[in-house]
């Protein structure tokens, strides 16, 4: 009987493990506000929508279990991930930060970037931090606040191409690959070459990372590679013929909400699949995933470039406005060639709700890339906006059994 009831028992657990993500109940909730998104799903295939919703429930003792719905998921139908790939880099810089803790180095020690190969740029000074130093931690924040291009830069140096991407296998996220620097042309032999990096503690030297090279190429099974009709090249001058994405960042909708959900549940996971990050480590990237730019005094920013809702596409779109107060949204988003992507977990303190929604949109109706004429403002947006409307209606109406302990996100803003 004993025998039975553990067969049984694991057929049971294999079944809940092997059950499907709901592919229908996001298609049918789109199509019941026709007048939020008729235009976005009869172009389906030109608007490139993904979408990952994930209820979060809590049993007796507040663990969380997850219910996932999806619509038009496709790992292997390309987008551009733009800046989303920052998070990961976020994460891997402080794990390999605690790997090397022996030596001295913490996520506060000054960062000197040097340069060994063409192209390469050094950075001794920071001059939008307290100490007018660069750090792993000054790094964290400005990508976390308002997407900085060149501290990912900084980061993916220090990190190195190879283990990133041996950490994006390590950790399942196996539809992704991050080959590239942002924002500086940076492809072919110049994105195998990373800086030699110094890292002092006052005067003293504590850790000398020298330069890196990784000659693979991180080969992926993705169609949607070629795109569009024409680009302009990097003199301005039109090329009338299809732009190519091969060979760039892919960071697939189902690896960036797993990403996000080990980050904000770690407990949900063994041991073995969690991140290796400390309290200070997680209570860094939750306030600044969280703080609103005009938040922050260093990184100081002028609240005309970067308001408080600017980085927040899943529920304010791109719009001027004041926050909601008992709201914290924790993401990370992107935006290039046409393409919004946003990967969050929602939390409203005052209702008791919580989720993940991840998205991806993109529109070029001119089918040029590169000319930076792409249909942000009037279908981006808005589609990123609705849908996290949509979806946090959704959940003010859902019943849970338990309402879920949300004290472990209140933060403290003036960290």
């Given amino acids: 009987m004993k025998r039975i009831l553990i067969v049984t028992f694991s057929l049971i657990s294999l079944s809940v493990m092997a059950q499907k993500t709901d592919t229908v109940f996001l298609k049918k909730m ?49 987008f551009y ?14 794990e390999k930060v605690n790997r090397l803790k022996s ?33 792993i931690e000054h790094y964290v924040k400005k990508i976390l606040l308002t997407s900085d291009n060149d ?19 390590a950790n399942g996220l196996n539809d992704s690959r991050i080959l590239n620097r942002l924002a500086i042309g940076d492809a072919g032999e ?4 990373t800086n030699p990096i110094k890292f002092y503690n006052g005067e003293q030297l504590v850790y000398d990372q020298p330069a890196q090279y990784d000659p693979k190429a991180y080969e992926l099974k993705l169609s949607n590679l070629v795109m569009g009709t024409g680009y302009m090249d990097s003199t301005d001058k039109l090329v009338n013929k299809p732009f190519s994405l091969a060979g760039k960042n892919a960071f697939a909708i189902n690896d960036q909400q797993k990403l996000m959900q080990k980050l904000i ?11 290796n990050l400390t309290k200070e480590d997680y209570k860094l990237i939750y306030t600044y995933m969280s703080k609103y730019p005009t938040e922050s005094d260093f990184p100081k920013y002028d609240p005309k470039a970067f308001w408080p809702t600017y980085a927040k596409m899943l529920y304010y779109g791109r719009e001027h406005v004041t926050p909601d107060p008992d709201i914290r949204i924790f993401n990370k988003y992107g935006d290039s060639y046409g393409y919004i992507i946003d990967n969050s977990y929602f939390v409203d303190f005052k209702n008791g709700i919580e989720y993940f929604l991840t998205a991806v949109v993109q529109s070029n109706e001119d089918g040029i890339f590169n000319d930076n004429k792409y249909e942000y403002e009037t279908v981006c947006f808005p589609f990123m906006k609705n849908l996290g409307r949509t979806i946090y209606e959704l959940e003010l109406k859902r019943a849970k059994k338990q309402k879920p302990d949300l004290s472990k996100f209140k933060m403290d803003y003036a960290y």
Wanted: proline fraction near 5%; glycine fraction near 4%; charge should be positive.
């Fill in 190 to 193: 110049s994105a195998k070459h």
């Fill in 81 to 94: 991930p733009a800046s989303t790939v920052k998070l990961a880099a976020v994460i891997f810089a402080l």
């Fill in 151 to 169: 501290a990912f830069n900084r980061l993916f140096e220090f990190i190195g191409r190879a283990e990133i991407n041996e950490k994006l296998r």
């Fill in 30 to 78: 789109m199509e019941t506000r026709p007048e939020l998104f008729s235009a976005v799903l009869n172009h389906a295939d030109q608007n490139q929508i993904q979408i990952l919703y994930t209820q979060v429930n809590r049993d007796a003792k507040h663990k969380p279990t997850f219910k996932t719905f999806s619509y038009n998921l496709d790992p292997h139908h390309y």
């Fill in 265 to 275: 549940f770690p407990e949900a996971f063994p041991a073995k699949e969690r991140f």
């Fill in 103 to 135: 030596t001295g180095l913490t996520i506060k020690s000054a960062m000197i970037t040097d340069s060994a190969y063409k192209g390469q740029t050094k950075v001794l000074t920071d001059t939008s931090a307290k100490n007018g130093l660069p750090s």
